[in-house]
């Protein structure tokens, strides 16, 4: 469905409708943006120059998270809150570091691959990993991953990141609770996989739609993918073929030196997959067939199988979660959090939007230019929606966010500056 369509459907059904004058928030700071954006609202908490600030679109209050390195200037009117660094509890605090003990941080990818699990956000993490961490190749990056897979066209800008952007900088290393399809090809470019003991890994088959699976040109393209991806992990290419359509596949193992042989028939000493189904791997079969380097129930465990008597995990202990939550990986739960009251919340948007709009448009005189505010603070919560996660735009548009900012966001912005000019 065009929006353009929807957008006028709604407004003819509206167009008689009264909406409430809302009061208009005064805000006391703004934060301009490296990109030439600026965000205004009221700021909450600030932690080494990163910012959490408060916004309200559309009379929906939101806390926003602006990293530091994104930040170009803030300008305020009110004085500046006090930094957060100095009432943290101590044990989210970094602390000297010990010879001999590395630092490492557990980063959940949890969710819809594209959605919930997200390169930008990925990405974004880095800097504060970096002082969580260390900047200097000792830091260890845990990816603990529940997913049950999502968005094939985010598979590709996820993987460029680990590779290019993580594995220079941390020890990367993928722990799998569940890693279904998208999500087994994202971590596929990570060499130390190990496992929960009910992990499960694979089930990598492509779907246009609810039962139609990707063929053609458009399943030789994903596989060709998977080759490249399998290179970067160093694993052999029919594992993860195995896992992405029927065919199968069996090992030898040698008994002196561990090396496994794979083989995409039956003539291996294993047969690990028959040819009419799928691969999975479970724990017990990835730690047996070498695929992963072992099986971890906890922390404890996990650092003994990385190698170290101990490691120190940053972080602090919160209730409900095994693992500490370093400062990164707070920013990772908030992000989250966000996106899916997004995504549950996006038909809300677009109505009220649709319903200020219109509003707008049959308001006459004085009161138009109210009803133009409200519709703006409307588009401004869509706008938010689509720059904290771009996959929006190609969702819902079929846009990249550039093309999505020309041909729809500006004509919207410039539709409501003419309803004040009538």
């Avoid at 910012?51 to 500046?80: M, Y």
Wanted: contains cysteine; hydrophobic residues 40%.
């Amino acid at each position: 469905m065009r929006l353009k369509n929807m957008l006028t459907r709604l407004a003819g059904v509206i167009a008689a409708v009264v909406l409430a004058i809302s009061t208009h928030l005064s805000f006391a700071d703004v934060v301009y943006l490296k990109d030439g954006s600026k965000v205004e609202g009221e700021i909450q908490r600030e932690v080494d120059g990163s910012v959490w600030i408060k916004t309200s679109i559309g009379g929906i209050e939101t806390i926003q998270f602006i990293l530091g390195d994104n930040i170009k200037s803030i300008e305020r009117t009110s004085a500046p809150v006090e930094v957060a660094s100095e009432t943290r509890p101590a044990s989210a605090d970094p602390k000297p570091r010990r010879a001999g003990v590395p630092r490492g941080a557990v980063i959940s990818l949890e969710g819809t691959v594209g959605i919930q699990m997200a390169a930008k956000t990925l990405k974004d993490i880095i800097p504060i990993l970096e002082k969580e961490i260390g900047d200097d190749g000792t830091g260890i990056v845990v990816f603990r991953i529940d997913s049950g897979g999502g968005l094939l066209l985010e598979i590709q800008k996820l993987s460029d990141v680990i590779h290019e952007e993580y594995k220079p900088r941390f020890r990367t290393v993928a722990w799998i609770d569940s890693a279904i399809s998208a999500a087994a090809m994202t971590a596929h470019c990570i060499e130390e996989i190990y496992f929960l003991p009910d992990g499960n890994y694979g089930a990598c088959t492509g779907w246009f739609g609810a039962l139609q699976a990707v063929s053609g040109r458009g399943l030789e393209e994903v596989l060709y993918m998977m080759e490249k991806i399998s290179a970067r992990g160093g694993y052999d290419p029919q594992i993860m073929r195995a896992m992405q359509i029927n065919e199968p596949l069996s090992c030898t193992i040698d008994e002196r030196t561990g090396e496994v042989t794979w083989y995409q028939t039956e003539e291996g000493e294993y047969l690990v997959n028959s040819g009419d189904k799928i691969l999975t791997f479970t724990a017990p079969q990835a730690e047996k067939f070498k695929f992963s380097k072992g099986t971890a129930a906890n922390l404890d465990e996990l650092t003994r199988l990385l190698g170290y008597q101990e490691i120190d995990w940053v972080g602090e202990l919160r209730p409900g979660f095994t693992y500490p939550i370093c400062k990164a990986e707070d920013v990772m739960l908030k992000y989250r959090e966000r996106v899916t009251n997004d995504e549950e919340r996006t038909r809300e948007y677009f109505a009220n939007y649709g319903q200020a709009r219109a509003a707008a448009e049959s308001a006459q005189g004085d009161l138009r230019p109210r009803f133009v505010g409200i519709a703006r603070k409307h588009l401004r919560r869509i706008e938010a929606m689509v720059r904290n996660n771009p996959n929006f735009a190609l969702l819902m548009w079929n846009m990249e966010i550039e093309q999505w900012e020309k041909d729809w966001l500006e004509p919207e912005e410039e539709y409501l500056a003419n309803l004040l000019k009538d």
